[in-house]
């Protein structure tokens, strides 16, 4: 099994805070796996996403990309690593209200200098049930809409990894599940890796992996 990432001994201390937010953490990520990190608020759960995605440097600690050091590369060799590689999801969909729908699932794209082809951008919009929203703007679409055009974004430039910090904070149950299930068979189905953070139980049944994270520790429930 072809292993993407690699978090060794990291560790995380915000500058003025008296706690240690992330405690020494190793764990790995496999090509094509569904990785779940269970945790409440404040556990530290998000801080290690964001580490592991390239977004926020550890104060301790190595985070491998294949074979890149994430935190010895440049400043720009990381946007690029990241933009090229990377898909992410937030629980605000971070949508432009001035543009269409079709434009902000095509935003990546212009940031790694992609070619916009609009065939591929409408059969990922048919697979998350957005097709007929292309030429709208975000504030015609309900929640569950907009975060299907956030996946839609996220999975545009054909990442090898999609990053899921709490994608269905600001749904319904219904709409939790819908979306979630979507986004676990689009993944599947293009052989993306997914690494979603959430406080939900059962958010995703059956992942090849669920951690739980608590107080900054990191455990491997089953896998």
């Not at 099994?1 to 978090?7: C, D, E, N, Y």
């Not at 060794?8 to 990785?35: C, D, M, Q, R, W």
């Given at each position: 099994?072809?292993?993407?990432?690699?978090?060794?001994?990291?560790?995380?201390?915000?500058?003025?805070?008296?706690?240690?937010?992330?405690?020494?953490?190793?764990?790995?990520?496999?090509?094509?796996?569904?990785?779940?990190?269970?945790?409440?608020?404040?556990?530290?759960?998000?801080?290690l996403l964001n580490i592991m995605s390239g977004m926020d440097e550890p104060s301790n600690g190595n985070v491998y990309y294949l074979s890149n050091n994430?935190?010895?590369?440049?400043?720009?060799?990381?946007?690029?690593?990241?933009?090229?590689?990377?898909?992410?999801?937030?629980?605000?969909?971070?949508?432009?209200?001035?543009?269409?729908?079709?434009?902000?699932?095509?935003?990546?794209?212009?940031?790694?200098?992609?070619?916009?082809?609009?065939?591929?951008?409408?059969?990922?919009?048919?697979?998350?049930?957005?097709?007929?929203?292309?030429?709208?703007?975000?504030q015609s679409l309900s929640g569950g809409e907009q975060q299907r055009v956030a996946i839609a974004r996220a999975m545009i430039n054909k990442p090898k990894?999609?990053?899921?910090?709490?994608?269905?904070?600001?749904?319904?149950?219904?709409?939790?599940?819908?979306?979630?299930?979507?986004?676990?068979?689009?993944?599947?189905?293009?052989?993306?890796?997914?690494?979603?953070?959430?406080?939900?139980?059962?958010?995703?049944?059956?992942?090849?992996?669920?951690?739980?994270?608590?107080?900054?520790?990191?455990?491997?429930?089953?896998?």
């Open positions: 099994m072809k292993i993407l990432l690699r978090i060794e001994n990291v560790t995380k201390k915000y500058s003025g805070a008296s706690e240690i937010t992330l405690h020494p953490t190793s764990f790995h990520v496999a090509k094509g796996t569904v990785n779940v990190i269970l945790g409440k608020s404040g556990s530290g759960k998000t801080t994430l935190y010895q590369l440049t400043d720009k060799d990381v946007s690029f690593l990241r933009g090229k590689d990377f898909g992410y999801i937030f629980q605000s969909f971070q949508l432009i209200d001035e543009l269409t729908i079709f434009d902000n699932i095509c935003l990546p794209l212009h940031f790694t200098k992609q070619p916009i082809i609009k065939e591929e951008v409408k059969k990922l919009a048919s697979e998350l049930g957005i097709q007929h929203k292309l030429s709208v703007f975000p990894i999609i990053f899921a910090d709490e994608p269905t904070a600001n749904l319904d149950r219904t709409n939790s599940s819908q979306v979630v299930k979507l986004l676990f068979q689009l993944c599947k189905h293009h052989g993306v890796t997914l690494i979603l953070v959430t406080h939900e139980e059962n958010l995703i049944s059956n992942p090849d992996y669920l951690y739980y994270m608590e107080e900054g520790n990191l455990n491997l429930r089953s896998g």
